[in-house]
């Protein structure tokens, strides 16, 4: 049994920020911090007071992580970023909505004494003395302070003030991870009730000393318990009067929500799969009707989360084809209108969409990938529409004339003509490329539309059902919002954003099979016909092709995919050679092509180059980052490894973005979370000359000075199958449509109350609903007995941010 805790973050956009730039704009982006530990930069959005960022995450945390903060920046070219202000939010706050935050918040102001991080280890003692008890407070280590120099660093020392009277520890120089070991102690008199106050600061030499945070301790509880010691997490000084300044720096629009899930072990939630599982199996035609009633009982509000649960249980049960085929007959069972199929968002959709992403992504990726860059980087001016057109001037210096209307037009015309036929031809021959999975699905859609709508006045209506998942709703979306479905890692400026929605009106337009509906809806879209037209033909031919595949050849497919064991990562890095005993500099470090799958993590000189391997999977102990002064930069990480001999070796990363940083190790952690003999401490600094440069510690294989964060990862398309987290997340579901299900099976069977046992023991009920009942009963059961207890039941509504 595991607590399994994870953030979904959506930052929507900004609005009425201040202005940070002389040209009385400013270009922002945003920082999420958990508990101060960057994990998400979002992309920077140019020249605005009002961002739309649009850019959502789902982060895994250990359960025991303390708040979550979003920092609004401007972005400098020439200078370091400004930061405009930040919204903070608690781990109890989320805990206690479950649904949720959704809103805007208003930005504060960032101030230095409340931005404080790490913990201190302290042994605090109540010992009998002469004429009375004193107070024994050992300041021994502490770790992660926060680095106030520009070196990197802090140099911190210890204040530990107790009535009125007040003791300093010696000074460390350049550390965030220092060590003291040193006591102090204090009378104390009977019923005494003020506070221990143990203060961390920044030494400086020039200016005043920086606050690093504090700990107030409770020196009557201590003396009930006559002594504690352990880590104790540093506290912002909150003594001084807060500015009133909400509004004034602008509003952050929201959606943050903590979901805390204890998961039991598989064999609890085997009846469960295996009851879904059997249903479908039966199919339509059985007598089972779960899934239906599934669908009927779930909200709009939640469907998109239910499908991405069933979708991948089944993916991981290897039902995902046969469940999506269920779905499709029942769609097809109640529709009537062929130009209304799949156009509405039902189970059927939301679960094709998400299938779609989880299977599919990387083949996307090497379909739409070229074109999206090559459209980044013309950055041609391409406009259609006459309403909308800027006309400019051309030529040569001191031969300028004004573009004409038509020349823009026609210029646009043969751009979008140029990209759209690219797109196609990569379409077109990537039958063989598209996984089994995929295609025979999309063989299951097409045989069963056309067997529900035959006839010759139909026969485009087998083609659209496919291109209204294929293009309407994964290639079109993709093409709009590239840095959504990680294809660039920035958004489009203005007018790469304007050449990305013609074309992906021209894709909508050639997946909708060039009908009369779609052209009247916008003629100024006329140049394209051509193209598209050429378009439906190319598209038809290659759906045709990807759906001729039987059962033999979806095997086979299956069978080579798997032996090529695609990368779980991969892209260029910078890897630190050491030469010599000199220092460590960031110029010591080499460019690199790096691999990461299932196996092991590899590198070349290109990538098309042979590769080599550096480190086997099995042998990795930790993946985290290395503090900034080590290197002179905050984006480089180490991998912790044993090599062939058995011995501890160290490989140094450097990443070119905080984001790049925190996928990669994400990507490490997840490959190795199941490796024997993981590291639960590590030093965050490196062994430079005799000592760590980050504790002073001097002996090189000693415990590390900061805890691991192997359990911190960020969620991606291609993630492993958690078959015990989605299992956990559908009775979750069916928790809270239970009342619901009830009232079906009394409509059904005019019998049992809600709540009554169904069977006797080692009796299983007859019909499937009853059996799901009972299979909730038992789940609810097992988590009262387990040691956290039941899970929590969700409110009703949602908790909205005020402006």
């Known amino acids: ?27 922002p982006y945003c920082i999420v911090k958990v508990d101060n530990e960057p994990i998400i930069r979002t992309a920077t959005v140019w020249k605005t007071l009002c961002p739309f960022w649009g850019e959502e995450y789902q982060v895994h945390l250990p359960p025991t992580f303390h708040a979550v903060a979003f920092y609004v920046m401007d972005e400098d070219a020439l200078s370091r970023d400004d930061v405009i202000g930040k919204v903070c939010l608690t781990r109890d706050t989320l805990a206690s909505h479950p649904k949720g935050f959704s809103g805007w918040a208003h930005l504060t102001e960032v101030d230095p004494d409340e931005e404080v991080q790490g913990e201190i280890h302290l042994r605090l003692e109540v010992r009998p003395g002469a004429r009375a008890c004193r107070l024994r407070c050992s300041v021994l280590e502490a770790r992660d302070l926060a680095p106030k120099d520009r070196n990197g660093a802090s140099d911190p020392f210890v204040r530990v003030r107790y009535k009125g009277r007040t003791q300093e520890t010696s000074i460390v120089k350049k550390s965030c991870y220092p060590r003291w070991n040193e006591t102090f102690e204090f009378e104390l008199e009977e019923g005494a009730t003020e506070a221990l106050c143990v203060e961390a600061w920044d030494w400086d030499l020039v200016s005043r000393n920086d606050f690093l945070g504090k700990v107030v301790i409770d020196v009557q509880r201590l003396r009930v318990a006559q002594q504690e010691e352990g880590w104790f997490r540093l506290q912002p000084d909150q003594s001084k009067s807060r500015r009133h300044d909400e509004g004034n720096l602008g509003s952050l629009q929201l959606e943050v929500r903590l979901r805390d899930e204890m998961v039991l072990p598989s064999s609890s939630y085997q009846p469960l799969v295996q009851l879904l599982c059997h249903e479908v199996k039966l199919g339509i035609q059985g007598p089972g009707q779960l899934i239906p009633l599934i669908e009927e009982t779930t909200s709009t509000e939640c469907r998109q989360d239910v499908a991405t649960n069933l979708l991948k249980l089944f993916l991981g049960q290897g039902l995902a084809k046969d469940f999506l085929d269920l779905l499709f007959q029942l769609e097809l069972s109640r529709t009537s209108e062929t130009n209304t199929l799949f156009r509405s968002n039902s189970l059927a959709s939301k679960c094709m969409e998400s299938f779609l992403k989880v299977a599919g992504m990387q083949y996307l990726h090497g379909v739409l990938g070229p074109i999206i860059n090559k459209v980044f980087e013309e950055k041609k001016y391409v406009e259609l529409d006459p309403s909308k057109v800027e006309v400019k001037d051309v030529g040569c210096s001191g031969l300028h004339r004004p573009q004409t209307e038509a020349e823009v037009l026609e210029q646009s015309a043969q751009t979008l003509r140029a990209h759209l036929g690219a797109l196609l031809s990569a ?78 009106k021209a ?37 045709t092709k990807l759906v001729d595949i039987e059962e033999k050849d979806e095997l086979d497919l299956q069978r080579m995919l798997s032996l090529q064991a695609p990368p779980v990562k991969e892209g260029p890095l910078f890897i630190h050679r050491t030469k010599g005993k000199g220092p460590l500099m960031s110029s010591s470090f080499k460019k690199l092509y790096f691999s990461l799958t299932t196996e092991a993590l590899s590198f070349a000189k290109t990538p098309s180059s042979k590769k080599s391997a550096l480190i086997k999977l099995a042998n990795i102990r ?182």
């Open 427 to 504: 379409l077109s021959r990537s039958v063989r490329a598209c996984p089994a999975v995929v295609r025979a699905t999309f063989r299951q859609l097409f045989r069963r539309v056309r067997e529900r709508f035959p006839g010759a006045q139909h026969e485009n209506v087998p083609f659209i059902a496919v291109t209204s998942f294929l293009c309407l709703r994964f290639f079109s979306p993709a093409i709009m919002s590239p840095k959504l479905f990680h294809l660039r890692e920035r958004h489009a400026d203005a007018r790469t954003s304007r050449t990305l929605l013609l074309l992906a």
């Open 1 to 27: 049994m595991a607590k399994r805790s994870s953030l979904y973050i959506r930052i929507v956009e900004g609005k009425n920020l201040p202005a940070k730039d002389i040209t009385g704009s400013s270009d």
């Open 622 to 803: 930790a993946a985290e980052k290395v503090e900034e002064k080590s290197f002179g930069s905050s984006h480089v990480m180490q991998v912790i490894y044993m090599d062939d001999a058995g011995r501890p070796q160290t490989a140094y990363l450097q990443c070119k973005c905080v984001n790049e940083l925190n996928q990669w190790l994400s990507a490490l952690r997840k490959v190795s979370i199941n490796n024997t003999g993981l590291l639960g401490s590590y030093h965050p600094g490196v062994f430079r000359g005799d000592k760590w440069s980050c504790c002073h510690q001097k002996e090189k294989t000693g415990q590390g000075c900061d805890k691991t964060r192997s359990r911190v990862t960020l969620q991606e398309w291609n993630d492993p199958l958690d078959h015990d987290l989605e299992a956990q997340l559908i009775y979750r579901h069916l928790l809270g449509v239970e009342a619901m299900l009830w009232e079906r099976h009394r409509e059904l069977s005019g019998g049992a109350e809600a709540g009554t046992v169904l069977s006797s023991p080692g009796e299983a009920p007859e019909d499937s609903l009853a059996r799901l009942l009972q299979v909730l009963q038992d789940l609810r059961e097992a988590h009262s007995s387990s040691p956290a207890g039941s899970p929590p039941s969700e409110p009703n509504c949602l908790l909205e941010l005020q402006t």
């Open 507 to 543: 894709v909508q337009n050639v997946g909708n099979m060039d009908t009369p509906a779609s052209r009247a809806k916008e003629a100024w879209m006329e140049p394209l016909q051509p193209t598209v037209r050429q378009g439906v033909a190319q598209l038809k031919d290659f759906i």
